[in-house]
Each structure stands twice: as C-alpha cells, then as structure tokens.
C-alpha cells in the first residue's frame, strides 16, 4: 500500500502551500535554461563523436528534433520568467514539467541505446559517462521539484541498469551498479534539500506574515496611541501635539489661536441612571455635533471621560469666542434620544486665546481654568478668559508653589470622622481625613489643595505623611478600631509609592490596624497595575475599600476584578433617597450587591435622621456623615467613645 501511496503523490504532482508552489516555479524558472543547455550541448557532442560511425539519422535528424524540443521548452521557460503567476498556474506547469522531464528522459534514453552497437569500447564507455553525468546534472537543475528529479532518475537508471546488466561486460556491469548507487544517493539528498527548502520558504513567509502583523500592530498601536478609541477623535497627546505646533505657527505668523474646553454638566448621572452603553452613545453624539459645526481649520480632540477641546485658528476676539461658545452650549442643550431614553444634558465651556511668549501648558491652563470658573459659576454656559480670572489663577498658583515648598510634617495634619454601625450601635473605624494649615495661607480646603497635590505631584509626599500620623493615632485607639487612609491614583499607579508605604505600615510592631480607600478614577489608568499594588497592601494585613462608588465608568467590572473588602456609596445618593425613587432602586441595588459578594457597605455623607432611617429600611448598616460626628481631632476621640457607650447605655436601661 506504501508503494500505491507513493506511485499515486508521484503522479498527483507538487503539493504543499501556495508560497511553497510559487517558490519551486521560480527556482526552476532559473534553472530551466542551464538544465536544456546542458542536455543540447551534452548531446551535440555525441552525436558529433558518433557522426562517422552510426547511421545519419541517429547522429543528424533525431538530435536535431531533441535539440528543438530543448530549445522551444527553454524559450517558453524564459518568456514567462518575470511574469506574474498565479499558484494554480504554477501548479500545472510544475505538474507538466513532471511528465515532460519522464518524457524526455526517456527519449534520450532510448536515443542512446540506438548508438550503442555503434563503435568501440571507447564510445561505448562515452555512451555510458554521457547517461550517467547528464542524468545526475538534470536531476540537481530540478532538486527543488523533486518529483521531477525522481522521475527523470527512475526513467534513465531502470533501463540504464538493465541494459548494461545484460551485455554481459563486467566493466560496464560495473558502470551500471555505480551509477545506480550514485543516483540513489542522490536521491536521498534531493529529498532532504527539499525539506530544507520547504522549510526555507515556510519560515520566509512566516517572517514576512511577522512583518505584516508588526506593521499592523505598529499601525494599531500609532491609531491608539493617537486616537479616542470610542468617538474616533484626537485624544489627549494628539491634542497636546497639535496644540504646540499651532502656537508656534501662529507667533511665527503673528496671529493667535483661542482653546476651548467643553465639559459636559453632571454626565455621570447618565452612567447611573441609564447605564454605560448609554453613556458612550451620548459621547458618540457630543462628539458628533462638535464636528458638525466646527469650521475646517478647527481641531478637535476628547481629552478625558466627558471633556472634549478645540483648537481654534485665526483672530480670537472675546465676543467671537463667546458667540462660538454660546453655540457649543446651546447643541448640548439639545435632547439625546436614546434607546432607553430621552437624556436631557447641558455643558460648561471654557476659552482663552493665546498671547505673545505663551507656552502650550499656559493657554491650556487659562482654558482650564475658565471651564472650571463656567461650571462653578455659570454653569450650562461659556466663560471666556479674562483679566479678573487672572488674578485668580494667579492666586492657585502662588497656592501650587506654596504647597511645593511647604513643610509637610508641620503644615499638614489629620483628622478623623467616625463610621458607625447603626445594628450594633457601635463606632467601627475611622476615616481619616487630611488638612493643610498654611502659615501664609491659613487652613486650605482640601477641595482645593488635593487636586492640585494630585495634578502637581506632590500627593505622594502628603499620603506619606498622612500615612504616618495615622499609624501613630492607631497606637492611642482601642485594638478594633480601625483607620481607612485615602490613596490616590498616584499612589496606586507607582511601585515606589507602595513600596514606601509598605515600609511605614510594616515598620509597626502587632496586627495591622491600617486599611486603604481608592477611588474608581485611580484603577482606571492600570487595573493590572492597581490590582497588583492593592494585593501588595493586602499583604500587610490591610484591607481595602472602594470609595465614591457608583460615580466612575465601570463600578461593577473594578468590583469584579479588585480584591476589595467594602465599598462606599457616595454622596449623591443618600442626599436623594429620600425624594428619589430611582436613587432609592440604586441604592437597594447596592446594597443587595455588596451582600451577595460578602463584602460590607458604607453611606458617605449621612446628614438627616430621614437618610439614616431611610437607609436602615432598604438594609444599610455602615453610616458615615455628620449625624454621627463631623472630622475631629485625635484628643476628641476618647470624649467621642465615651459620649457613644453612654448613649447605648441609656438605651439598654430604656429597653430594659
């Protein structure tokens, strides 16, 4: 069966991938015209050598038509050497060139049997020295077919063995044998050459499918790199890139430019309430609208979530930005109907043009600041910067170089604000709260200085001190009270930072009592990265809970994928439990949430006995807010503890 197998590859003829095909149909493209001028030239000097021996018609007439043929394969074989070839194509011609080269195998062959009674001993020797050196140089001019070798040496060393086996002459029975053995060698090596060389030209086009994908891959990576994967645009280092080469452009052309900042107002409440998808759609949409009425020479960029900027060209007076961002505001106005329903949004919009000597960082910031003046102030409208802003930022930044040199250890101190259990009527732990206390300043809301911490650099500095206050007020609290420490996405995204925590809280002798607060906003920028720093600090035996939750993009997927123990419900929505039945179905849904996920659930910000009892009816148990104490002081705590077993005390007598 082996044998019928390969007889039947044999006459199937070349198989294999379409690059292998068309890598065989060029290799013997080449050696097509050596392989015929050597068989011509071979046969000529024969021919000639036998002209006075043998008959005219087997030295003139039938070399001459094997000349020919030679000659009309060699032509065709040339003509087509450049052209473009398809594998199937290749694939025939590869095929034929099997059964051509048997052919004519077998045609020389029988040709110089013809010559052989003719003659000599020395032109006998000859007819055999030109059968046995022609074949074995056919054979490696087709080593990269090698069906076509194996046919054309099967077609000459069968009847070449059987013909000088039986003439009877040891000599010549010798020539016979050598050459067999010869050719079956060279078998074997043309087998193993075309493995290497299907395996050469295998690897060839894996290197080139490489190179493609690494392009694509590069490409890929460029368009990420460059462009808002959800709404197509510029993002934000397409922005700060295009920024830069505008303002040079404009001061080397003595115009200026104006930057717009387009933040849309209370965006997050679409997230909650209709959920992401949604919110995306509605992004989809800002970003169209902006691009329906900007002019050519605008560019357009999202820088982050639900802020997107413009770069603007040409004369930028303060009435031309105005009336331009009185446009902006005003096609945000318009309804967003979606497929869960109508979204009603409006937006803050922030310009300022450039001046002579200004950086890319300065108009940015003049455009930042003014958005941030339009949303506290003058919300759903347009803010163009002017001269009593610059005061204003002139003041945030005598804050920003105040806080860069200020004495950490000295000026920033902590405060703690109770989490209480409303079902065993006990304090569990603490958050503590970082201040700033400015000898030039005075007290600075942390409003204002963690931002800018934050946006400067300086927050690892202050969670460092932070961080070792806390752990000295844990050694003045009882054993099971815990500290919650605040970390932002600075401090989650650095390996250096946590390792430096890691040396603060394991310093400290005895179980840990410190567990960390992260926001959604922090494990955003790396989850694998955050996921890593906050497995680091589960090892010190802290604990982690998920603040703010429910006002990020994807509050479910970090509750999924980060090792959390609690998470804290912000805010917002125990400040409309009360009146807000759609508030009132998050928060349940929260609630049930963090249950069957066995882990525990804080409400931020509980001000009223209506939002405690509120909370306490749909399952809340954890409370932090000003109805159970505003941030104090560490000597205030024990008066607080003491206040808190009197009252249950009270209690107990009442209910007894």
Not at 373 to 382: L, Q
Not at 474 to 498: E, G
């Amino acid at each position: 069966m082996s044998v019928v197998r390969r007889i039947a590859e044999i006459s199937s003829g070349p198989s294999g991938s379409p690059e292998l095909v068309l890598a065989q149909w060029r290799a013997l493209s080449r050696q097509v015209p050596l392989l015929y001028g050597m068989l011509v030239s071979n046969t000529i000097i024969l021919a000639w050598t036998h002209f006075n021996v043998a008959p005219f018609h087997l030295t003139v007439i039938i070399p001459a038509v094997l000349t020919v043929l030679c000659l009309v394969r060699t032509i065709m074989w040339w003509r087509n050497r450049y052209n473009l070839i398809m594998p199937d194509k290749a694939r025939r011609q590869l095929r034929a060139m099997i059964w051509i080269g048997a052919a004519m195998a077998i045609s020389f062959t029988c040709w110089s049997f013809a010559l052989f009674p003719y003659g000599d001993a020395y032109l006998q020797s000859q007819i055999a020295f030109y059968m046995g050196i022609t074949t074995i140089g056919c054979m490696f001019c087709l080593m990269h077919v090698r069906l076509a070798a194996l046919a054309v040496g099967l077609c000459v060393i069968v009847p070449f063995t059987a013909f000088f086996a039986a003439s009877g002459q040891v000599t010549l029975i010798a020539i016979a044998i050598n050459m067999m053995l010869v050719i079956a060698a060279l078998l074997v090596i043309l087998l193993g050459n075309n493995k290497d060389f299907a395996a050469l030209v295998a690897s060839r086009g894996a290197i080139a499918q490489r190179q493609i994908e690494t392009q694509q891959l590069s490409e890929e990576n460029h368009r990420i790199a460059n462009l808002d994967a959800l709404t197509g645009l510029p993002n934000r280092r397409s922005f700060d890139r295009q920024l830069a080469l505008a303002l040079k452009e404009a001061e080397a052309n003595g115009h200026s430019i104006a930057v717009a900042l387009l933040n849309l107002d209370r965006f997050k409440s679409v997230n909650e309430i209709f959920g992401q998808l949604s919110g995306n759609r509605v992004l989809v949409e800002v970003a169209r609208r902006i691009g329906s009425l900007r002019r050519p020479d605008t560019f357009v960029a999202r820088l982050e979530n639900n802020s997107f900027a413009l770069i603007m060209q040409g004369p930028a007076d303060d009435r031309a930005m105005a009336r331009c961002g009185a446009i902006l505001c005003q096609s945000m106005r318009q309804t967003f109907d979606l497929p869960d329903g109508v979204v009603r949004l409006s937006a803050s919009a922030g310009f300022a043009a450039s001046r002579p000597g200004d950086s890319a960082e300065s108009l940015f910031d003049r455009a930042d600041y003014a958005t941030s003046v339009a949303k506290r102030e003058n919300r759903g409208h347009t803010t163009v910067f002017d001269h009593s802003h610059e005061q204003d930022l002139e003041k945030v930044r005598r804050m920003e170089h105040l806080l860069h040199t200020a004495d950490l250890d000295r000026e920033i101190y902590i405060l703690l604000q109770p989490q209480f259990d409303v079902g065993s009527g006990v304090t569990t732990g603490f958050e503590v709260l970082a201040r700033w206390r400015n000898p030039i300043l005075g007290e600075v809301s942390p409003a204002e200085f963690i931002p800018l911490a934050e946006r400067t650099g300086r927050i690892n500095s202050i969670t460092r001190t932070v961080l070792r206050q806390a752990v000295a007020a844990s050694h003045s609290l009882d054993r099971p009270l815990r500290l919650s420490v605040n970390l932002s996405a600075n401090d989650i995204a650095s390996t250096t930072a946590i390792d430096q925590i890691v040396d603060i809280v394991g310093a400290e002798r005895g179980p840990c009592r410190i567990d960390f607060e992260i926001t959604e906003t922090s494990v955003m920028r790396d989850l694998k990265q955050a996921n890593q720093s906050l497995l680091t600090l589960l090892g010190l035996g802290s604990r982690i809970a998920l603040d703010d939750f429910g006002t990020g993009h994807s509050s479910l997927t970090h509750v999924q994928k980060l090792p959390l123990h609690r998470i804290k419900i912000d805010r917002s929505f125990v400040m409309e439990v009360t009146n807000d039945p759609a508030s009132r179905a998050i928060v349940k849904t929260m609630i049930d949430l963090c249950r069957n996920l066995g882990i525990s659930c804080v409400f931020e910000g509980v001000e009223t006995t209506e939002q405690l009892e509120a909370l306490v009816a749909l399952g809340g148990q954890i409370m932090q807010g000003y109805l159970f104490g505003r941030p104090m002081r560490l000597e205030s705590i024990p008066e607080y503890l003491e206040r808190e077993k009197s009252l249950r005390r009270i209690e107990s007598r009442a209910a007894g």
